[in-house]
Nanobody, 123 residues
Framework: QVRLVESGGGLVQPGGSLRLSCTVSGDTFSNYAVGWFHQAPGKEREFVAAIAGRGGGTYYADSVPGRFTISRDNAKNTVYLQMNNLKPDDTAVYYC????????????????WGQGTQVTVSS
């Protein structure tokens, strides 16, 4: 069974940085594209970015600023989301999800999900 575990969230001041990690276990990691989503209080879950399993092609939501970068280390079965110059509007629970169908921007394409990690940007 595929399992995803996020880490790296926390409280950060505006302008700060965080790197979220998503470690995947239970199957061949490189077979899976991995996406990041976030859900702010009272809002729907939204796509942030995704990265292909092989080749490392990336895909970002139009609304995602250049402050966010997705990457992966197949040797560590881990996908990262580097977030720089964080703003209060970035406050949300961040989820990673995995799929074998390739990079996708909708949650319905991802059958496997982590439990989420809270990111709070506040002074």
């Amino acid at each position: 069974q595929v399992r995803l575990v996020e880490s790296g969230g926390g409280l950060v001041q505006p302008g700060g940085s965080l790197r979220l990690s998503c470690t995947v276990s239970g199957d061949t990691f490189s077979n899976y594209a991995v996406g990041w989503f976030h859900q702010a209080p009272g809002k729907e879950r939204e796509f942030v970015a995704a990265i292909a399993g092989r080749g490392g092609g990336t895909y970002y939501a139009d609304s995602v600023p250049g402050r966010f970068t997705i990457s992966r280390d197949n040797a560590k079965n881990t996908v990262y989301l580097q977030m720089n110059n964080l703003k209060p509007d970035d406050t949300a629970v961040y989820y990673c999800a995995a799929t074998t169908v390739g990079v996708a921007g909708t949650s319905e394409k991802y059958p496997y999900w982590g439990q989420g990690t809270q990111v709070t940007v506040s002074s």
